[in-house]
């Protein structure tokens, strides 16, 4: 079995930066995908970014430029770097991580094999 862990949220300012982590534990394999992802209270859970087994990145259009996405030297944990945070990133943040799609970044929770339980991001203006 394999447990994801979010961490890193918490209240901030407008502004600043924040570092979100998802650390991974159990049966680790060398290579696998992650997809960052968050939501809203009453909205749907919105795709951000992802990394595949392989290291690429990809980024929803809207946060490319304020969000970046890491990996460990040691595959197990995976960062988001989100940089002059605005109200609107005010959202609980999720990573989801998948063994059986190593290289696939897919931008639906609903395809990926483990979950964490979400990060509270909360930017104050």
């Known amino acids: 079995q394999v447990h994801l862990v979010e961490s890193g949220g918490g209240l901030v300012q407008a502004g600043s930066s924040l570092r979100l982590s998802c650390a991974a534990s159990?049966?680790?394999?060398?290579?696998?995908?992650v997809g960052w992802f968050r939501q809203a209270p009453g909205k749907e859970r919105e795709f951000v970014g992802g990394?595949?087994?392989?290291?690429?990145?990809y980024y929803t259009g809207s946060v490319k430029d304020r969000f970046n996405i890491s990996r460990d030297n040691a595959k197990t944990t995976v960062y988001l770097d989100i940089s002059s945070l605005k109200a609107e990133d005010t959202d609980a943040y999720y990573c989801?991580?998948?063994?059986?799609?190593?290289?696939?970044?897919?931008?639906?929770?609903?395809?990926?094999?483990?979950w964490g339980h979400g990060t509270q991001g909360t930017v104050s203006s």
């Open positions: 159990g049966r680790i394999v060398d290579s696998y995908a």
């Open positions: 989801e991580a998948s063994w059986s799609q190593r290289d696939y970044v897919a931008e639906l929770g609903g395809e990926y094999d483990f």
């Open positions: 990394i595949s087994g392989t290291g690429t990145t």
